[in-house]
T-cell receptor, first 111, second 117 residues
Framework: QKEVEQDPGPLSVPEGAIVSLNCTYS??????FMWYRQYSRKGPELLMYTYSSGNKEDGRFTAQVDKSSKYISLFIRDSQPSDSATYLC???????????FGKGTRLSVIA | GAVVSQHPSWVICKSGTSVKIECRSL??????MFWYRQFPKQSLMLMATSNEGSKATYEQGVEKDKFLINHASLTLSTLTVTSAHPEDSSFYIC?????????????FGDGTRLSIL
């Protein structure tokens, strides 16, 4: 079993929709949780970074972590065509250890 | 802040050539950098962890003599693909984390697309 599970999609939504992206993880020792956005032929760009259960909001993006159920979510409000990308969830034990990535979810926002 | 620069962005070369890829943290120091490989429509696969001033730690199945990593300063790590062959063609990405603060996340370069003919 992979340590971080993520549905690879693809996911297609109309412009303006609320998008929900989800991951589960198996290692209860993970301390930090991240969401990265990756456009085609580009490196991942950090979107959200959390280390406690609860919600963290940044503009149209909300990251949610539930450590009791080992569940990570990213919500995108008022989705735009420019949000079309692959979204990667990641977890890590500590700052100096490698990230453990999910497979990534390909999102298309249709105008 | 937290910008990671990777160079070159794209390289095409003949089989048997050695190719060096640079990863620089532009506005912070990084004691640890990571090198990943990504195939089309797949997630990132960790190749090795690069530690400043010491030997890199390679993941299982990654040939250390094939993929040479040097992390000679707090802002630069290099990956050299030695005697590259077509099967080494891939997207190589590095990441770096700001030194001295274990709460800081990793930031990624824009990747290097390597095509071996």
């Amino acid at each position: 079993q992979k340590e971080v599970e993520q549905d690879p999609g693809p996911l297609s939504v109309p412009e303006g929709a609320i998008v929900s992206l989800n991951c589960t993880y198996s290692n209860s020792a993970f301390q930090y949780f991240m969401w990265y956005r990756q456009y085609s032929r580009k490196g991942p760009e950090l979107l959200m970074y959390t280390y406690s259960s609860g919600n963290k909001e940044d503009g149209r993006f909300t990251a949610q972590v539930d450590k009791s159920s080992k569940y990570i979510s990213l919500f995108i409000r008022d989705s735009q065509p420019s949000d079309s990308a692959t979204y990667l969830c990641a977890s890590v034990l500590s700052g100096n250890t490698p990230l453990v990535f999910g497979k990534g979810t390909r999102l298309s926002v249709i105008a | 802040g937290a910008v990671v620069s990777q160079h070159p962005s794209w390289v095409i070369c003949k089989s048997g050539t050695s190719v060096k890829i640079e990863c620089r943290s532009l506005d912070f120091q990084a004691t640890t950098m990571f090198w990943y490989r990504q195939f089309p429509k797949q997630s990132l696969m960790l190749m090795a962890t690069s530690n400043e001033g010491s030997k890199a730690t390679y993941e299982q199945g990654v040939e250390k003599d094939k993929f040479l990593i040097n992390h000679a300063s707090l802002t630069l790590s290099t990956l050299t693909v030695t005697s590259a062959h077509p099967e080494d063609s891939s997207f190589y990405i590095c990441s770096a984390r700001r030194a001295g603060d274990s709460n800081q996340p990793q930031h990624f370069g824009d990747g290097t697309r390597l095509s071996i003919l």
